[in-house]
């Protein structure tokens, strides 16, 4: 298992039930040896680690052992609330030449925005959105942790899904998270979905 194949499963396992936090350790020969979590008690230990298993083996067919994975609990006001920033508009202006984006993006108390354009071509006006939305959230944090990396179309399950990789910068490292959405409405709408699907877990760390 490769280093960006760790951080794929991590963001996984973080986005589970009660699941705040997730630190995974491999072998040199790359196979998962130690799965460190911490949670709320919204559910048992048991139940969290069936849960993981269950994700570890969907995404990579591996069936880990439940002695590899230790579980901190505590209770849930003793980890910081998460603002979930939420879609509150989109403006885009579509010429011959360029495609530009606004992006509008409501937290608890304010809007932020974020702007970007780019050639007139359906993968530059992904790449637009998602840059776009990652500038509404710099606008938000008043700082830029975040880049993109990657964005791609998929077809799984007789869906259309959306796939978005992202390099968050902290401490003098950088990250990468993942973001996915299906296109249920518009794919617009899913780009900016699976922007936020990967920041969003980690913004309660980068305002602290």
Request: a negative charge.
């Amino acid at each position: 298992m490769q280093p960006d194949d760790l951080t794929e499963l991590q963001n996984l396992i973080e986005k589970l039930d009660s699941v705040y936090s997730v630190k995974l350790t491999a072998d040199p020969d790359g196979n998962l040896c130690e799965i460190h979590v911490l949670s709320d008690k919204s559910k048992s230990p048991k139940q969290i680690s069936r849960d993981i298993q269950s994700a570890v083996a969907a995404r990579t067919g591996q069936d880990i052992e439940h002695r590899i994975i230790s579980i901190a609990q505590v209770d849930s006001d003793t980890i910081p609330k998460q603002e979930r920033l939420k879609i509150s508009g989109l403006e885009t202006t579509n010429t011959e030449g360029s495609f530009s984006a606004t992006v509008i993006l409501a937290g608890k108390a304010d809007e932020y925005r974020g702007q970007a354009s780019e050639v007139n071509a359906m993968v530059a006006r992904r790449k637009v959105l998602a840059i776009a939305s990652i500038n509404a959230i710099h606008d938000y944090l008043k700082s830029c942790p975040f880049s993109l990396s990657d964005i791609q179309k998929f077809h799984i399950a007789g869906s259309d899904e959306i796939n978005v990789a992202i390099h968050y910068y902290c401490n003098g490292s950088a990250r990468l998270l993942t973001g996915t959405a299906l296109i249920v409405d518009d794919e617009y709408s899913a780009v900016i979905k699976a922007t936020l699907d990967a920041v969003n877990r980690v913004i309660p760390v980068t305002l602290s």
